[in-house]
């Protein structure tokens, strides 16, 4: 069943829209939930489906590309021992996979073959790449100055790309009046991606033996990651207690409306200006659920940090110079660190 976070409206699994109709998102709520623990999980199955028990779709309609259980490093740094989880492994290049992969199987489930979704980047990437595998027919709608290497990759998987002339905001809107006909899969939107990416954390459960580390630190521009390790914890806690984590989201100084809501209050903070930045992936001016983002970040007790443009390119070599190749955007987590 779904529900909305703010108003508490509940729909069924395959309500066809993306939102509920007093504007808010919806969440996901699980009828029986299973107990988590070790004999719950797949362990034979080496993908983000090991965790089906606490997946929100029938396994038979199972889109899966391989994704999660991603290698977790651990490097040396600044005196600590700090933990890589290489995420970029997976199938289409990022965690959007965990999610993308759960989104895609629900649509098989609620037989949805044709949808829409914008992005401007590893989203859209990773919607044509499950959609070609699912036989759903999908429409990318990106901004016009969006990569040629993305909108190729997204044309070979088969996907229809729609560019929407001016900003990554226009192309939301354009979406928006094109979800009136068709199902909008919009990952930032949809529960179900944020239940795939809830798997991040289970795989950190079991590599840090049963527990959690100490901090976590990612990057935000919508906050998934943030997000999900909410719904995640509350799974894992109802079992038996853990360590909890401080969570430290990390923004670029150009876009982060985040780090100003932190730093002042959600409401008065006013409307920040948007400059480019090379951490192309989190340049989000209006996070969806910005609000809820901050409450869990000061809930564990850990902050909203924002970085330089010269910052992340530091990051970035830093990074590589110990062996980790990764994209600009995920480099903000280096400079957060230091
Ligand atoms: C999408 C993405 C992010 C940001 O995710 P949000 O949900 O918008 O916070 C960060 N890093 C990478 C590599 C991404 O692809
Ligand atoms: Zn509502």
Redesign the pocket.
Same mark, same amino acid.
């Given at each position: 069943m779904l529900i909305c976070s703010r108003c508490k409206k509940e729909y069924p699994d395959e309500y066809s829209r993306y939102r509920c109709i007093c504007g808010y998102c919806l969440e996901y709520k699980h009828n029986k939930e299973k107990i988590f623990s070790k004999t719950n999980i797949v362990t034979h199955d080496w993908t983000i489906w090991r965790y089906k028990n606490y997946l929100p779709v029938n396994e038979r309609f199972k889109i899966s590309l391989g994704e999660g259980l991603t290698p977790l490093v651990k490097i040396p740094w600044l005196n600590h021992n700090i933990y890589f989880k290489l995420?970029?492994l997976c199938p289409t290049g =990022?965690?959007?996979d965990r999610g993308i992969s759960v989104l895609v199987s629900k649509l098989k489930e609620m037989n949805v073959n044709n949808i829409i979704e914008d992005s401007s980047?590893?989203?859209g990437a990773a919607m044509a790449a499950y959609c070609a595998n699912a036989n759903t027919s999908c429409t990318i709608f990106v901004p016009q100055n969006t990569s040629l290497g993305k909108i190729n990759q997204i044309m070979m998987y088969g996907a229809k790309i729609n560019k929407v002339p001016g900003s990554r905001e226009d192309t939301y809107i354009e979406t928006e009046k094109a979800a009136e006909i068709v199902y909008y899969a919009s990952?930032?939107w949809s529960p179900y991606f944020l239940e795939g990416v809830e798997t991040l954390y289970y795989e950190l459960w079991e590599q840090f033996d049963e527990n959690m580390p100490d901090n976590i630190i990612?990057?935000?521009?919508?906050? =998934?990651?943030?997000l999900s390790f909410e719904l995640a914890l509350r799974k894992i806690l109802k079992e038996r207690p853990i360590r909890l984590p401080k969570i430290f989201a990390i923004q670029a100084k150009n876009c982060a409306p985040l780090y100003h809501a932190f730093k002042n209050d959600f409401k008065k903070s006013k409307m920040v200006e948007k400059r480019d930045t090379i951490a192309e992936?989190?340049a989000?001016i209006k996070?969806v659920r910005g609000e809820e983002v901050v409450n869990i970040i000061r809930k564990s007790k850990g902050a909203v940090i924002a970085v330089e443009e010269k910052e992340i390119w530091e990051g970035l070599k830093l990074a590589a110079g110990k062996g980790i190749f990764i994209?600009p955007? =995920?480099a903000v987590s280096i400079a957060g660190m230091h």
């Open positions: 995420d970029y =990022s965690f959007k980047g590893n989203a990952h930032n990612v990057p935000v521009g919508q906050g =998934s990651i943030v992936g989190i989000t996070p994209e955007t =995920s």
